[in-house]
């Protein structure tokens, strides 16, 4: 059994910043790419940004030059730091992974999400 566990969503002011958290647990063995999505009301899950175990990085357009992901591996976390939020970055964030477990590969494992609000 493994978990993901996001944190950090809220209601925040055009302009502004905010920090999402997402911690794994479980009898995990290594976690390979973690990412960020978004869904909007009435929209499509979208890409966010994503990672690999080496710190490799992919952002969408739509948030380069404002995100940054990062994670640490000692604690099984990955981070999405959101510096100059717009009204439609507002969303339901999840986060994503893939996982080597006792049991084996646990491939595309989403997390409940958090909200993160916007307001104009």
């Known amino acids: 059994q493994v978990q993901l566990v996001e944190s950090g969503g809220g209601l925040v002011q055009a302009g502004g910043s905010l920090r999402l958290s997402c911690a794994a647990s479980g009898r995990i063995l290594t976690i390979n790419g973690m990412g960020w999505y978004r869904q909007a009301p009435g929209k499509q899950r979208e890409l966010v940004a994503t990672i690999t175990r080496v710190g490799v990085t992919n952002y969408a357009d739509s948030v380069k030059g404002r995100f940054t992901i990062s994670r640490d591996n000692t604690k099984n976390t990955v981070y999405l730091q959101m510096n100059s939020l717009k009204p439609e970055d507002t969303a339901v964030y999840y986060c994503?992974?893939?996982?080597?477990?006792?049991?084996?590969?646990?491939?595309?494992?989403w997390g409940q999400g958090t909200q993160v609000t916007v307001s104009s």
């Open positions: 994503n992974a893939d996982f080597l477990t006792v049991a084996g590969w646990i491939m595309d494992y």
